[in-house]
Every structure is written in C-alpha cells, then in structure tokens.
C-alpha cells in the first residue's frame, strides 16, 4: 500500500490550495478515504472522510463550509479542495486508508497559510 500526497505549499490567508493523494497497492474503490491534519505541537487530527462512492463526506466542524473532499476512483485519488484558508488551517496534511484494521499513511504535503 502506498499513498502519495501532493498539491501543498505557502498560500495567503482567504487563499485556495488543492491537495491529491494517489492510492497503490490496493482496491482503491473498495475502501473509504480520509485526510488527515497535523500542526506543530499538536495531535493529527481527523479533517474529512469520504465512502467508496462519494456518497457520504464528513468533516471537522472547524473546515465545514470551506472545505470539500472528493474522489476518483478511475485514478485511484482523494482530493481535498481547500478554501478560505485561515492560519489555524496551517499543518501537515495526510491521507489515510484503513484496510483489514491496519491503517496506512502517506508522508504528507505542508500547507502553510501566512501573509
């Protein structure tokens, strides 16, 4: 298994940014995704989720309304479109999959939101 983040970077407050995760080694369709967030000093916390198909998307309620998860299954990618970006969104932002109660994570892409 093998998950590739991409699509971080340095990005203004009120900015947008667009974060791809690339799935391998699995039936991508066949397991619901999630992203995944980590600041400085902090806990990785939970951001967004989606299901197999796309049909149920949750969200922290801190990124709620600005935030959006998405998937396709045909490339094997979970995006997270990211929208009014606050500095309180900066961290490291990963991608997770749960398969047979082992969970896999990508190295993670750094979001940073500073005028």
């Known amino acids: 298994v093998q998950l590739v983040e991409s699509g971080g970077g340095l990005v203004q407050p009120g900015g947008s940014l667009r974060l791809s995760c690339l799935a391998s080694?699995?039936?991508?369709?066949?397991?619901?995704m999630s992203w995944y967030r980590q600041a400085p000093g902090k806990e990785r916390e939970s951001v967004a989720s989606?299901?197999?198909?796309?049909?149920?998307?949750d969200y922290t309620d801190s990124v709620k309304d600005r935030f959006s998860i998405s998937r396709d299954n045909a490339k094997r990618t979970v995006y997270l479109q990211m929208n009014s970006l606050k500095p309180e969104d900066t961290a490291v932002y990963y991608c997770r999959v749960d398969i047979q109660s082992r969970t896999y994570w990508g190295q993670g892409t750094q979001v940073t939101v500073s005028s």
């Open positions: 989606i299901s197999t198909l796309g049909s149920t998307r």
């Open positions: 080694g699995f039936t991508f369709g066949r397991y619901s």
